[in-house]
T-cell receptor
């Protein structure tokens, strides 16, 4: 079966750094995505990892270890607008038309 | 110049009714999807179409019938609506030949069945 786990909720302080972890067990693997979803809005793409290592994009970085079935999203210099749900998703087949398997999302609250 | 659009944004209806949700993408993608997000915010695939052909149909009641008149459109018709159908339905699209490319999501349709 397919299983993607991430913490349900996290709280962090404005200006701080937060790491959101994701572990996955899928029948295949062809990339891991992180999405941000603000309340009442659509998910929007943050990052994509298919090889091991760290991908950095401004204040956001994402890490992947395929051997461990593990990824994390690192958010630096947190801002209030970063309060949102963060969804980890895996593409389990080598095809661009394979739908993503999503975790249940981590609701991040940024407090002053 | 919205990339993926859905109508309606909100849909409130009575149990037993039949309703449709429309989706259009102007990204030139060849693959479109319907996802359901329940009250616990869990996003789950329902259907996937590639070049107007159904390629994935997850365990979804046959009251749900997708239709793709062309590559840019994927509509979802729901018969005999039930209370448990209340959720947010997201349409998405991607390009099959670019696995690294993300899926782009529409704004969602909030369905409430009374």
């Amino acid at each position: 079966g397919q299983n993607i786990d991430q913490p349900t909720e996290m709280t962090a302080t404005e200006g701080a750094i937060v790491q959101i972890n994701c572990t996955y067990q899928t029948s295949g693997f062809n990339g891991l995505f992180w999405y941000q979803q603000h309340a009442g809005e659509a998910p929007t793409f943050l990052s994509y990892n298919v090889l091991d290592g760290l991908e950095e994009k401004g204040r956001f970085s994402s890490f992947l270890s395929r051997s461990k079935g593990y990824s994390y999203l690192l958010l630096k210099e947190l801002q209030m607008k970063d309060s949102a749900s963060y969804l980890c998703a895996v593409r389990d087949w080598n095809s661009g038309n394979t739908p993503l398997v999503f975790g249940k999302g981590t609701r991040l609250s940024v407090i002053a | 110049d919205t990339a993926v659009s859905q109508t309606p944004k909100y849909l409130v209806t009575q149990m037993g009714n039949d309703k449709s949700i429309k989706c259009e993408q102007n990204l030139g993608h060849d693959t479109m999807y319907w996802y359901k997000q329940d009250s616990k915010k869990f996003l789950k695939i329902m259907f996937s179409y590639n070049n107007k052909e159904l390629i994935i149909n997850e365990t979804v009641p046959n009251r749900f019938s997708p239709k793709s008149p062309d590559k840019a459109h994927l509509n979802l018709h729901i018969n005999s609506l039930e209370l448990g159908d209340s959720a947010v339905y997201f349409c998405a699209s991607s390009q099959a030949k670019r696995p690294q490319e993300t899926q782009y999501f529409g704004p969602g349709t909030r369905l409430l069945v009374l």
